[in-house]
């Protein structure tokens, strides 16, 4: 990606220094000088500003095999700052501080009282700030994701805007929104399987099934921010009995689905991990339903797209997902097979039961990369923005 030397696209610039140090480093100054075309000077301007605001940091190593004075590397310093992680589930919230590596350092779980949402988001901020004794200068700003328990309709695109909003009032921060499934690509794309791919597909199996499509290293973020709703797809010629409706992915491949298949529906996530554990036999049953669409919504993703790669993850129990992956090979003859390839079709994300929070404390950091991130954010005008925050979000 390349930069502009003029002084009006210092933003730009700023972030393009930056993403090349969080994906690529250590890396020297010279090396991001080639990458992006910007001049040397102009890098060490950027630097030093990412330097004083102490983002960064430059550490002893000495790039091998280079001709010449060894060049100081850059890295980004994690502990510099903090990423405040809220993933609002169907009857739950998860809370967590990460650093800016994507490490988990604090975190809390609570049920979501009263169906009063911000209630319990400031209370788990709340109880995050007690454990960890960070102040509200340490925090960077916002991440937050929120489930579906069916597919998205404009009642709930609303209610999560205006969730982020008044998070974004009350706890006086800026706020990232993002789909479950585009949080887990960024922290693909950053600290993950992906850093070095252009494009792929993160798939996500939560109550809903998400994706998020990322093209030349951008995630699609579609008209008024929404894209990724692979469980809507039709993936069979049956019709629902009460409905009408084709079978949607959702019906047989979703979390829902399966609580449903269990007649198990008011279940939270974590109860059903440990029903699984519990219960392989009728789960085994499950999968062998599932796996079907589940084959069909890959092969549509390949023959449509044709990324580098699909990636898939979740909150789905560990061995559930590994089955459920067995039972989809052999995959679905597509243009994907044509030619050589680098990275194989399918990978299944580590750490699967972390990923998604993990995801979601990128989004602060990702925000910053690109002036398309920046759209992700949300910013109260009248709160006081630390330096960090005015260097990275003007």
């Not at 998860?94 to 779980?109: C, D, H, K, T, W």
């Not at 990369?369 to 990275?392: A, F, G, R, V, Y």
């Amino acid at each position: 990606m390349k930069g502009s030397n003029s002084k009006q696209n210092k933003a730009l610039n700023l972030r393009l220094v930056l993403s090349e140090i969080v994906t690529q480093g250590p890396i020297s100054r010279v090396e991001i000088s080639r990458r992006t075309h910007l001049t040397k000077q102009t890098i060490t301007n950027l630097v030093e500003e990412l330097l004083h605001v102490a983002l960064i940091e430059e550490v002893g190593i000495k790039k091998e095999g280079a001709v010449g004075k060894p060049s100081k590397m850059l890295c980004l310093k994690a502990d510099c700052a903090y990423s405040l992680a809220f993933r609002v589930l169907p009857g739950e919230v998860e809370a967590g501080f990460f650093n800016l590596s994507g490490e988990r350092q604090y975190y809390v779980q609570q049920p979501i009282s009263d169906k009063n949402t911000l209630n319990s988001v400031v209370h788990c901020f709340e109880k995050l700030m007690a454990e960890s004794e960070l102040t509200i200068e340490n925090i960077l700003s916002v991440g937050l994701s929120v489930g579906q328990v069916n597919q998205q309709n404009l009642h709930d695109y609303q209610a999560t805007k205006r969730l982020q909003q008044d998070i974004a009032s009350e706890l006086k921060l800026p706020v990232a929104l993002e789909t479950t499934a585009s949080a887990c690509a960024a922290y693909q794309m950053l600290y993950g399987e992906a850093k070095k791919l252009n494009s792929f597909v993160y798939v996500h199996i939560g109550d809903v099934v998400e994706s998020a499509v990322v093209f030349d290293r951008k995630i699609m973020l579609g008209q008024n921010g929404l894209t990724g709703a692979l469980g809507d797809i039709f993936v069979t010629p049956e019709t629902d009995q009460v409905t009408g409706e084709l079978g949607r992915l959702n019906d047989f491949a979703s979390l829902s689905s399966l609580k449903q298949y269990i007649e198990q529906p008011l279940l939270t996530n974590a109860q059903l991990a440990q029903y699984c554990v519990e219960n392989r036999n009728s789960v085994d049953r499950w999968i062998e339903e599932a796996a079907e669409p589940m084959r069909i919504a890959i092969h549509t993703l390949e023959s449509i797209l044709n990324c580098q790669t699909i990636i898939i993850g979740g909150d789905i129990e560990d061995k559930v997902l590994d089955k459920l992956i067995t039972h989809l090979r052999p995959y679905i003859p597509s243009i994907a097979q044509y030619g050589e390839r680098d990275v194989v079709r399918f990978i299944k994300t580590p750490n699967v039961h972390q990923i998604a929070h993990k995801g979601v404390a990128t989004l602060p950091i990702h925000a910053a990369l690109s002036n398309e991130n920046m759209q992700t954010l949300l910013i109260n005008p009248l709160i006081k923005k630390t330096p960090l925050q005015h260097l990275l979000y003007e």
